[in-house]
Structures are given as structure tokens and as C-alpha cells.
Nanobody, 122 residues
């Protein structure tokens, strides 16, 4: 599976942004997909994940209530809707996929996209 993340950009605090993760190859509909982010000078951290059929979603406490993950298997795309953005959300956002069940542990994800930069100004 090849993943391509897009949709990043420069926004102001309080704005919204939607990231997309487009997949090619493999049986995308059977994969758990997660979003991770890495802020400057910090380790990469889990943001959200969604089950193969979209029936279950998981969020980091820092984004719960502001971000929403969804997927369209027909379009082979997973989305991350980010609302009420804060300067601390500034990071490179990566999407990743795995063939197993839910985990927020990045090393258990098998496939990674190249990342898209989100910058939130105050």
C-alpha cells in the first residue's frame, strides 16, 4: 500500500483544515489507518485512527472533540477534519496503515505516507 497525505497549509488559530490520505495498491478497505504528527523538536505522536469499515474511531486526548477521522473506501481515502486549530497543533502530519487491529503505537504501522505540514499561527 502506498499512501499520499495532502491538505496541509498555513492557517490561523481557530480555523479548520481537512487532511486527506489517498491510498494506492493493496486491499485498502482491510487496513486500519492512523494519523500521527511530529512537531518541531518533538517525537512523533498518535493523533487518530479509524477501523477498516469506519465503524470505530480513536483519538488522542489532545484532539478529542476538535478532530474527526473518517474514510471513504470507494475513494481509497481517509480524512482528518481538524477544527478549532491551536498553535500547538503545528506539526507534520503523517498517515499510516496496518493490517492488524487498533493501536496507537507507531512502530506497529506497516505503511507510511510522506507527511503534510500544518502550521497554525496565533
Amino acid at each position: 500500500v502506498q499512501l499520499q497525505a495532502s491538505g496541509g497549509g498555513l492557517v490561523e488559530a481557530g480555523d479548520s483544515l481537512r487532511l486527506s490520505c489517498a491510498a494506492s495498491g493493496g486491499t485498502f478497505s482491510s487496513y486500519f489507518v492512523g494519523w500521527f504528527r511530529q512537531a518541531p523538536g518533538k517525537e512523533r505522536e498518535f493523533v487518530a485512527a479509524i477501523s477498516w469499515n469506519g465503524g470505530s474511531a480513536y483519538y488522542a486526548d489532545s484532539v478529542k472533540g476538535r478532530f474527526a477521522i473518517s474514510r471513504d473506501n470507494a475513494k481509497r481515502t481517509v480524512y482528518l477534519q481538524m477544527n478549532s486549530l491551536k498553535p500547538e497543533d503545528t506539526a507534520v502530519y503523517y498517515c499510516a496503515a496496518r493490517a492488524g487491529p487498533y493501536t496507537d503505537y507507531e512502530l506497529l504501522y506497516d505503511y507510511w505516507g510522506q507527511g503534510t505540514l500544518v502550521t497554525v499561527s496565533s
